[in-house]
């Protein structure tokens, strides 16, 4: 790898000149602005006049003395030239190319795959003299000088398989975007093992290290370890550190800092081979096998830190600015003081001693996910007081729901970004708080001098495009402060995103408002009911006339504190049945025995981490006196102990029952179980804990199982999706950016659909109704066919794509099936027993035909034949069918089971035939709409016992058509109604009564 030196002189100074400033000269960052210009616009780019000015007089020796970055746009006077834009770095120049292609082209460049499906710039002129001039110059100081970006796991939920172009593609992203301050870190594992294979330990060994490709980024922060998905192998590793090399260099040409990766203590479980006596500790997470972190007390800690620093910089060179994460979603081994202050002054001290310029950026998500940090925050002042103040930067990863800034009195005067964390896992769904987004990092700055910045740490982007276009304006320019700037800014999104006015830019604003899916939305566990593992709750029989319920396993909910940084905001909930525990039984009655399992430093007789099985007799004595201090390890009817989650100190544990009217309780005692079960409270929905205090004016309310649908409504997004139909038949051809949202936005308003749908199936399998579940499975079955076509018309959700490109990275046949493994594991299993089922999951096309619609398929056709012989629904039969069909998928390869890597068919032509089949108005011929006139309440049944969720005329006629004879005809209110034999006047009602039902009114 020496070589790499001689490939780029700015890659290999050993000394850049001065901390937190770029190395690059003016001239340099000029020639890099030119040539992303150049790439985008071709010879026009030589008609904008591009400035570097870099700052004069000393660079900052700490983040809060940085000055923010400016740029000006201007006319430059010269007729061939006649624009000019100007900066203090090539990122700050290239800012001003963004917005002079957004708001004097209407030009576009926003994520895409391939990228050209990103980017409109259909008004760029065809001469010099045809280009816009800028009358009144604009010169814009960015809010803050630090603009960061990137989250180490979108390395492998996105960026798993990026070719070299790939990448270098997403730093011309980084730059128009104005992201100065990039976490470096994929190639990472390279330095790593030329390290340790120097020390002594093997190839072997880096096996039992490193996991696959797939998963690399959680070995980063010690969560994850080989052998799963490996082996990593040295050409893989080697190959990133090329490619890595010149990406780098790329950034650096711009003037950004990239952020590497220093040593943050994880080692492998094997290094004892080496340094006989070492002292590591075992950490563990989410059921994975534990890892081995390297304890800071040991010598060998700054030995192996110095190594590797030194390694690293020869390498690929430095800016001074290092990123490390100790405990990611993990325990520390102790909490005194002492020794979390003794841990941080170790790591910072190991960078100054390679490095005296070093600067530790440290992200919050420890301090977020370990209930101790929460309980007791002068722990945090502990740990970060090993480090001086103007050698941290503290990146708040989820400001935008969870800050952290909030509880810790602003970090204690540490300099610290306001990030927007939003999406976990690339998974699919709309959703996000724009106005949040746009004016809440400009508050927190007015109380926090030590706020330096802000970022973007999602885990997967290529996802709701429009949340990161917005941070990184508010990063950049001024603060949307009202509705009306607000309002103003997604005019001008959408008419630069599309390059022309349309329906679609009314389709934004309805989409933006309070109630859309940008207007509040905070769903962050993206809850997209075709992605979900489909299990019951309640085991009916048909004769018995009971309801059947769905549930599904998230494990987002069940890990995480609540959302605001203080104790008892939110409550948490685990289901049964789920990750690999036994499914719940069909009642409960006070002789039956349900089986949770607690672990607990203090009990009735149990020693710490010891898994007890806690019946109702010791309900009372186990749960009521000490559940403060146990941990739930599992729950189940003879489950096994599947997953460790920690009690926090002010929670009581709550058992969570429903009746067959929807009506929930919650049981305290285990004799209550009798009472109840006695009262109709005979189904069990969840096991859980809730916490007893409130918080920020919110009092805390558990979740109520079993499902829960996106929080936007589902009518606002069907009313935004018949606009962009409307923009969609002008007789244009859809650009790339208006593609994309069109199929996102339907696709969504699918699976909005497929949630009616579902909840109608539940009613009607619960009426015995057998045409009734006949009609409602087969209209479940083809939303999923209709999903899977529709998706399949855009390259950017397409499996193929996803498995094609981890193929093309291998170096021969073994390796690719591996590789493919990979790649279909991560977005299912997520580990080698489903350790975190369906977390990474995606609406993708064939990804829908070939796991989730099966998935779905087995238990539809279930439900089907339970009520067509009069049986109960075999649950453990469509739970071990589906599982196998899981885990049969994660094996298949590209040998058997293919997919398509070019797009399918034409969107408009299917997004036409979709709208007419589930979302176009009912014509007469089949409804007859009385507007102002309701159903007589005393003479009228409802098919559902709820409205739907969706009051689209469309989507509710569709409804009723499936559910058949049964239904006569709906309200605009949601209403299915069984029979219609009066009406009354009602301003405020509609009702649509179905031709072949005209004789009932």
Not at 829 to 843: S, T, V
Request: proline letters at 6%; aromatic letters at 10%; glycine letters at 8%.
């Amino acid at each position: 790898m020496a070589t790499l030196c001689a490939v780029s002189a700015v890659l290999c100074m050993s000394q850049l000149p001065g901390v937190l400033r770029p190395a690059a000269s003016g001239s340099t960052q000029t020639a890099a602005v030119t040539a992303l210009a150049e790439r985008l616009l071709g010879q026009s780019a030589s008609w904008i006049d591009f400035v570097v000015v870099p700052p004069d007089g000393p660079p900052p020796t700490s983040w809060g003395a940085m000055q923010a970055p400016w740029y000006e746009i201007t006319d430059s006077g010269n007729v061939s030239a006649p624009v000019r834009i100007k900066g203090s770095s090539g990122v700050a120049v290239a800012r001003g190319l963004h917005r002079y292609l957004t708001e004097y082209l209407n030009g576009s460049v926003t994520w895409g795959r391939p990228r050209a499906t990103g980017i409109q710039l259909d008004n760029v002129p065809t001469t010099a003299a045809g280009l816009p001039i800028v009358t009144t110059p604009i010169h814009v100081d960015a809010a803050a000088p630090v603009h960061w970006y990137l989250n180490s796991p979108t390395t492998v939920y996105t960026m798993a398989w990026w070719t070299e172009q790939d990448w270098l593609d997403e730093v011309d992203w980084m730059a128009l975007h104005g992201i100065d301050t990039p976490l470096a870190a994929f190639a990472m594992e390279h330095v790593e093992a030329e390290l340790y294979i120097s020390l002594g330990l093997t190839e072997e060994d880096l096996e039992d290290y490193f996991p696959g490709p797939g998963f690399i980024s959680f070995n980063r922060c010690g969560n994850l370890k080989g052998p799963f998905g490996g082996p990593l192998t040295a050409r893989w590793r080697q190959a990133r550190a090329k490619i890595f090399a010149n990406v780098v260099d790329r950034q650096r040409s711009f003037g950004m800092i990239p952020t590497m990766m220093a040593f943050a203590g994880h080692v492998p479980c094997s290094i004892p081979k080496v340094y006989p006596g070492i002292k590591i500790a075992n950490v563990t997470w989410a059921g994975f096998k534990s890892t081995c972190l390297l304890l800071p007390e040991d010598p060998h800690f700054k030995l192996i830190a110095t190594a590797y620093l030194n390694r690293s910089n020869s390498l690929f060179g430095t800016d001074h600015v290092y990123a490390a994460d100790q405990f990611v979603e993990m325990t520390p081994p102790s909490f005194d003081p002492g020794f979390l202050s003794n841990l941080s002054a170790t790591m910072i001290d190991a960078m100054l001693g390679v490095d005296p310029q070093a600067v530790w950026v440290l992200q919050s998500w420890s301090f977020n996910s370990i209930h101790q940090f929460k309980e007791k925050p002068l722990l945090i002042k502990d740990y970060l007081g090993g480090v001086a103040k103007d050698r941290l930067l503290l990146l708040d990863l989820f400001a935008e729901d969870q800050p952290v800034w909030e509880w810790t009195d602003s970090f204690f005067g540490y300099p610290y970004v306001w990030c927007m964390l939003h999406n976990f896992g690339q998974k699919s769904g709309m959703y996000g708080d724009l106005n949040h987004v746009a004016t809440q990092p400009g508050l927190d700055r007015i109380q926090n001098s030590n706020q330096v910045g802000t970022g973007l740490c999602m885990e997967g982007i290529h996802q709701n495009p429009i949340m990161y276009e917005m941070m990184t304006s508010t990063g950049w320019e001024t603060n949307q402060s009202s509705a009306a700037s607000i309002e103003s800014w997604v005019n001008r999104y959408s008419l630069a995103k599309y390059g022309r006015i349309s329906a679609a830019s009314e389709a934004w604003r309805v989409l933006t408002s309070a109630d859309g899916p940008y207007g509040s939305s905070t769903d962050l566990a993206a809850s997209m009911i075709s992605n979900q593992r489909p299990s019951l709750s309640r085991f009916a029989s048909p004769s018995e006339h009971s309801d059947l319920k769905l549930y599904w396993s998230d494990t987002f909910h069940d890990s995480y504190t609540d959302a605001r940084g203080c104790s008892g905001c939110e409550s948490y909930y685990t289901p049964l049945g789920s990750l690999g525990c036994a499914s719940p039984p069909s009642s409960l009655s006070g002789t039956e025995t349900l089986n949770l399992y607690f672990s607990g430093s203090s009990g009735p007789s149990h020693s710490n981490h010891d898994n007890v099985l806690l019946t109702e007799t010791l309900f009372d004595q186990y749960v009521q006196t000490g559940s403060k201090a146990y941990k739930l390890a599992g729950s189940g009817v003879g489950g096994s102990v599947s997953k460790v989650a920690l009690l926090p100190s002010d929670v009581e544990l709550q058992l969570w029952f429903s009746n067959t009217t929807g009506d929930h309780a919650t049981i305290g005692t285990a004799p209550l179980l009798a009472r109840y079960a006695a009262n109709g409270y005979v189904k069990l929905a969840t096991v859980g804990w809730i916490a007893n205090t409130s918080c920020a004016g919110r009092t805390s309310q558990g979740k109520l199982p079993p499902k829960s649908h996106p929080d936007h409504n589902a009518t606002t997004l069907t009313i935004a999706l018949g606009l962009m139909h409307t923009a969609a038949s002008d007789g244009r051809p859809l650009s790339g950016p208006f593609q994309y949202d069109y199929v996102d936005l339907f696709r969504q308003a699918l699976d909005n659909t497929l949630w009616d749908v579902v909840t109608l199936l539940e009613q009607l399998h619960a009426n015995g109704d057998l045409e009734g579940v006949r009609s409602a499975t087969a209209a479940a079955s083809s939303i999923f066919s209709d999903l899977d076509e529709l998706l399949g018309t855009d390259s950017n959700f397409l499996l193929g794509d996803w498995i094609g490109s981890a193929r093309d990275l291998a170096g021969s046949p073994e390796e690719a099936d591996l590789y493919e493994f990979n790649a279909r594991n991560q977005i299912t299993w997520w580990g080698p027993e489903h350790n975190i089922n369906d977390y990474a999951r995606k609406q993708w096309a064939g990804l829908v035909s070939s796991y989730y619609q099966p998935r779905w398929q087995i238990f539809l056709d279930e439900a089907l034949e339970s009520v067509q012989s009069l049986r109960p629904f075999n649950a453990s039969g469509v739970s071990a069918t589906g599982l196998e069909l899981e885990a049969q998928w994660q094996h298949t390869t590209n040998a058997t089971q293919s997919f398509s890597r070019l797009p399918i068919g034409s969107s408009q032509a299917v997004a036409d035939r979709l709208w007419s089949k589930y979302f176009d108005p009912p014509t007469n011929s089949r409804y007859t709409a009385r507007n102002g006139y309701r159903a007589v309440e005393n003479t009228t049944t409802t098919v559902l016992n709820q409205p739907a969720w969706n009051l689209s005329p469309g989507v509710l006629a569709f409804l009723c058509d499936v559910a058949g004879p049964t239904c006569a005809g709906f309200s605009s209110d949601g209403q299915l109604l069984v029979t219609v034999t009066g009406l009354v006047p009602d301003t405020t009602i509609t009702t649509f009564i179905k031709a072949s039902s005209h004789g009932q009114h």
